[in-house]
């Protein structure tokens, strides 16, 4: 299976709306969106996304094309851990023609999204989004509380505190050099 990039993905959801006359709306979260925030060497082989309407038809036409898909209408419950409050409105767009918007989320929420996860490779991916917008300790904190206050109680929480802590810790203790 060959690398995704972004444009890639466009060209595969331009054949689907022009094929089945369908809307495409999607708000990248995963190695694309990584890619579209300038991380040019990060492979991907999947579709990570939040999109309106029904993923179903969409999930098929990139698995008839060999593309793995994790499409869902609601980012915020791909976890316990909710996302931040307005993540949507402050998502920002990577690509909008007829039929076709793509979507970024901002960099504070990826870093969430990435943190909720917490695998070393999301925990690396999330390193390079504050280290490339600037992201500091304290707006992962802030970013972090938020998401928590938004979030069912649970016992989850403790361990995204504790990823979040050791995230914020492992960020204090590099120097900050701009990429």
Known sequence: MSSLTTEGLTEL???Y????GAPVDILLVGGLA?????YADRATQD????MAGDPEPLVNFLREHHIPA?????LSRWSVVAMPPGYRERAS??????GLRLRLLHPIDFVIAKLRRGTDLDLDDAEYVTRCFGLTPKAVEEAAAAAI????KDTALFLFRTTVQVFCARMADRPHTSL
């Open 13 to 15: 959801l331009e054949e």
């Open 17 to 20: 709306v022009r094929r089945t």
């Open 34 to 38: 990584l890619q579209a925030y300038g």
């Open 47 to 50: 579709v990570d996304g939040e």
């Open 70 to 74: 994790d499409l869902g209408e609601d």
């Open 93 to 98: 767009v990577l690509l909008e023609q007829p």
């Open 149 to 152: 206050a938004a979030s069912p």
